[in-house]
């Protein structure tokens, strides 16, 4: 079990990614804290981890206020008594999200708030009980879409996951000497419920993405959730500060 005994909190535990990285930490051993702010999902995401023989509980908040994400945090080292990976993985893209110059103050408020105020928070009282036990990872999910430009722009969703990468690659630095290792995993599209319900709904979009993955399919949520397992692990001791793309090669593809 490459995860034994590490206490884990994972953010957006739902559905999609947080939810198969619920299932993929227990069952490599982790004791796993689930959060997400979608509280009956939630807790039935980490009733399948118990059903699965694992050990884990569910804590319903919102991460982008601070009282809920201190309390996430509090709960979990409470129950563990420690906290030795902090899966930073709850995000939101609303479809209202376009360019610059159509998206609504409010909507670009919002992305904002849940995808780098929340990840911020989670940081900020996540990282000294890290500290505190002597060490450990903060995984923190940004996007393919940081890296490259889209003619279909979600130009706040892309823009807080540009600044993911940033603030992930400051966290290594900060923290590094400490023990505490920071890595940014940026996925191609992935076949999440937020992701396929607006595919679906829209086949000439869903044709237009596919037309550009090499591997000519979406990514599974298990195909993000491995490479985590790595990050979490001993393994990745001395990977520290990178952005690594798992995107079925979209953003090698120049046509």
């Known amino acids: 079990m490459r995860l034994k005994n590490k206490v884990c909190l994972i953010t957006g535990v739902a559905s999609g990614m947080g939810r198969a990285a619920a299932r993929r930490f227990a069952q490599e051993g982790a004791k796993v804290v689930g959060t997400d702010v979608q509280a009956p999902a939630g807790e039935a995401a980490m009733q399948e981890v118990k059903a699965q023989g694992g050990d884990g509980f569910f804590v319903a908040g919102d991460?982008?206020?601070?009282e809920d994400a201190r309390e996430m945090v509090r709960r979990g080292v409470e129950r563990y008594g420690r906290l030795d990976v902090l899966y930073n993985n709850a995000g939101i893209f609303p479809s209202d999200d376009c360019s610059v110059i159509n998206t609504e103050p409010e909507v670009w408020d919002l992305v904002y708030r849940v995808n780098l105020k929340g990840m911020y928070?989670?940081?900020?009282?996540?990282?000294?009980?890290?500290?505190?036990g002597g060490g450990g990872s903060v995984i923190n999910i940004a996007s393919f879409v940081a890296l490259v430009g889209c003619s279909v722009p979600q130009d706040a969703y892309t823009s807080s996951k540009g600044a993911v990468i940033a603030l992930?690659?400051?966290?290594?630095v900060q923290f590094g000497p400490k023990g505490v290792r920071c890595n940014a995993v940026c996925p191609g599209p992935v076949e999440t419920p937020l992701l396929m319900q607006w595919l679906l709904s829209n086949p000439a979009e869903k044709a237009k993405r596919i037309n550009r993955i090499p591997m000519g399919r979406l990514g599974k949520p298990e195909e993000i959730v491995a490479l985590a397992v790595y990050l979490a692990s001993d393994e990745s001791a001395w990977t520290n500060g990178a952005a690594i793309v798992v995107d079925g090669g979209i953003t090698a593809n120049y046509f």
């Open 63 to 66: 991460i982008s206020r601070p």
């Open 121 to 132: 928070l989670m940081c900020r009282y996540g990282i000294p009980e890290i500290i505190r």
């Open 168 to 172: 992930s690659k400051s966290l290594a």
